[in-house]
């Protein structure tokens, strides 16, 4: 299921990502412990840092970020489940990643509802580079959110698109997936993942 968001759909009609690369902080920087406030102006700041972070993200590459993973403890995550991501080889003989079948999508000020059923899925965090590991979340969830122009949306959401979102809500409520663990697995990543650090891998 590709689920759109209208009102980005004419926005993004020739979407290309471009922008600034922002520095992703990794766990367990404190920006990413911390509850972020809601977004009150609907500026063009908030545009450049939506398509910044959409632009960050797709480099990564990564499917979700949030605005604490790049040190902005506001109420915003920037979402793509969609693209394809194809090596290409240049004419000068060096590789490249060539992506297309973009999807963004921009949440603000979201708000989770109507959680309904169970769902395993292994999830990844761009904040915890090189972790990987199930998580149990809603299976299908509504969301509430606001565009970048202040508008209300809800949308329904299952599978990947429905795990995306929660585990994005959970960075504004300072919550990294790890946490989500049982605290025997939750220690053993931690550790393993700040070991890997030290040695900067
Ligand atoms: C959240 O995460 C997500 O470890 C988005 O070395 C992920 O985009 C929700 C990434 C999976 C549900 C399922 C992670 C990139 C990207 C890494 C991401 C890494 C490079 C994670
Ligand atoms: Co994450």
Not at 31 to 59: G, H, Q, W
Not at 92 to 119: A, C, W
């Amino acid at each position: 299921m590709k689920t759109t968001i209208a009102v980005y759909e004419e926005a993004f009609k020739d979407f290309s990502p471009s922008g600034e690369l922002l520095k992703i902080f990794t766990y367990p920087s404190p920006i990413l412990k911390k509850v972020a406030k809601p977004v009150e102006d609907f500026n063009e700041d908030l545009k450049s840092l939506c398509l910044n972070m959409l632009y960050t993200m797709y480099k990564a590459p990564g499917i979700g970020l949030a605005a604490p993973q790049v040190g902005i403890s506001e109420r915003i995550f920037v979402m793509d489940i969609d693209y394809k991501r194809e090596a290409v080889t240049r004419a000068d003989g060096t590789n490249d990643y060539q992506l297309s079948h973009f999807n963004p999508m921009i949440f603000i000020n979201p708000v989770i509802e109507n959680k309904r059923g169970e769902i395993l899925y292994q999830e990844g965090c761009l904040s915890v580079p090189g972790v990987y590991e199930d998580v149990k979340r809603a299976e299908e969830i509504s969301v509430k959110f606001q565009d970048w122009d202040g508008n209300h949306h809800t949308i329904e959401a299952n599978e990947l698109l429905s795990v995306c979102i929660q585990h994005e809500n959970d960075h504004l409520e300072g919550i990294v997936f790890l946490e989500r663990l049982s605290m025997l697995k939750k220690n053993l990543l931690m550790k393993k993942f700040l070991k890997k650090k030290k040695k900067g891998k």
